[in-house]
């Protein structure tokens, strides 16, 4: 089972951009999907974007067109790239992966990921 582990959380201000990454060390599966979540303060973690290996991605819709998921140059490496963005976007974020594809549903299934990392702070300031 692959770890993982998240960077490039901070401080970013209303509007402007920030890029997360994620890297898995240990066995990386052949079929994958990447993940990122994230939890505000007082609520539930929630779904923000996958990636499978088979190239689909998907995204939630507070996140549409401003917040782009994709790999480095090999699969061992994930980024989320957040564009415009908005104080609700302030949270932990946390990267999972999961053995093998996954559908639009159980893609946004927290129980669906069997590797999650420790989860990195982005705070928004005006």
């Known amino acids: 089972q692959a770890q993982v582990t998240e960077s490039g959380g901070g ?4 509007g402007e951009s920030l890029r997360l990454s994620c890297v898995a060390s240990g066995r990386t599966p052949n079929t994958y ?3 990122w979540f994230r939890q505000a303060p ?4 929630e779904f923000v974007a996958r990636l499978v290996s088979s190239g689909i991605t998907d995204y939630a819709d507070s996140v ?12 061992n490496t ?9 104080p609700e976007d302030a ?3 946390y990267c999972a992966l999961a053995i ?4 639009a549903v159980t893609g946004r299934q927290i129980t669906r990921y069997e590797s999650w990392g420790q989860g990195t702070q982005v705070t928004v300031s005006s």
């Open 64 to 75: 549409k067109g401003r917040f782009t998921i994709s790999t480095g140059t090999t699969r």
């Open 42 to 45: 007082g609520k539930e973690r």
């Open 100 to 103: 093998g594809q996954t559908t």
């Open 33 to 35: 999907t990447w993940a």
């Open 78 to 86: 994930m980024y989320l790239q957040m564009n415009t963005v908005k």
């Open 91 to 93: 949270a932990v974020y």
């Open 11 to 14: 401080l970013v201000q209303i």
